[in-house]
Nanobody, 114 residues
Framework: QLQVVESGGGLEQPGGSLRLSCAAS???????IGWLRQVPGKEREGLVC???????NYADSVKGRFIISRDNAKNTVYLQMNSRKPEDTAVYYC?????????WGQGTQVTVSS
């Protein structure tokens, strides 16, 4: 069973950059991987995904600010968060998918506050 673990969250001031990591316990070569976030009381919001071939699809809420990338050699996907805003405060989740199989991480908290 593949496991994915997010890391890199924390308390950050508005502006600036932060990079989240999603590390998998096995090969991600064939996986499509996405980042989502959730605020208490709201539905989980899809932010961006990257296909196994490297194609990306961004939600309008983060387009131009967040960048997803993957390092297949390290079995890791990254989410570069630029120009942080207080409304980016949420738990960020990594989601990996291959055919009918899905894998979720436990989430990492990102708090953007001055």
């Amino acid at each position: 069973q593949l496991q994915v673990v997010e890391s890199g969250g924390g308390l950050e001031q508005p502006g600036g950059s932060l990079r989240l990591s999603c590390a998998a316990s096995g090969s991600i070569l064939d996986l499509a991987i996405g980042w989502l976030r959730q605020v208490p009381g709201k539905e989980r919001e899809g932010l961006v995904c990257i296909s196994s071939s490297g194609n990306t699809n961004y939600a309008d809420s983060v387009k131009g600010r967040f960048i997803i990338s993957r390092d297949n050699a390290k079995n890791t996907v990254y989410l570069q968060m630029n120009s942080r805003k207080p409304e980016d405060t949420a738990v960020y989740y990594c989601h990996a998918r291959w055919l009918a199989s899905e894998y979720w991480g436990q989430g990492t908290q990102v708090t953007v506050s001055s």
